[in-house]
C-alpha cells in the first residue's frame, strides 16, 4: 500500500488567485508559509521557514477565494503533486504542489499564544466587539447569512 497524504498548517504568503479551467470547473492557488524552531548542535535556537504550493478546486476553491487573504491561517490536507512543463527558454520546469481535499480556517485576527500572527480571519462578518482584548484566545466570527451544509465542500 502507498500513501501519499500532506497536512500542513500555515499562514498565506499571499492572496488566493481563482481562475476557471477549460471545463469551467475554479480552481484557487495560494501558498502557505510553515515554521520551524529549533535548535543546532551548538544549542542556538534557529527558525526555517518553508512556503508549499496549495491548489484547491470546485466549491472549495470558491470558499477560500472568498474568505481568505494574505497573513490567515489555514489547515490543509491533501496530497503531494509535481507537475512539469517546458519553459518558453526549453528548459524543463517543475512544481510541487499539495492538491487539497480539504481546508479548514484557522482563528481570525490577533495574535497566537507564540506572539505570532495568526491570520486574517476566515468569515467576512463584522467584528464583535468585546469588554476585554484579552480574553483568551481568538474565536472565528462565522457569517450571518444562512449557510446550506450542501454547499461546504469538505
Known sequence: MYINKAILYGNLTRDPEMKALPSGAQ???????????????????QESTD????????????????YMKK???????????TRSWDGPDGKKNYRTEVIADSV??????GTTSEGGYSGGGAAAAPKKESASENEGPA??????????PEDIPF
Open 71 to 81: 497573513g490567515s491561517g489555514i489547515l490543509v490536507e491533501g496530497r503531494l503533486t
Open 27 to 45: 480552481v484557487t492557488n495560494f501558498s502557505i508559509a510553515t515554521n520551524r524552531t529549533y535548535k543546532d548542535k551548538n544549542g542556538t535556537k
Open 51 to 66: 512556503y508549499h504550493n496549495i491548489v484547491t478546486f470546485g466549491r472549495q476553491a470558491e470558499i477560500v477565494k472568498q
Open 139 to 148: 474565536t472565528i466570527d462565522y457569517p450571518e447569512e444562512d449557510i446550506n
Open 104 to 109: 479548514q480556517f484557522g482563528p481570525k485576527g
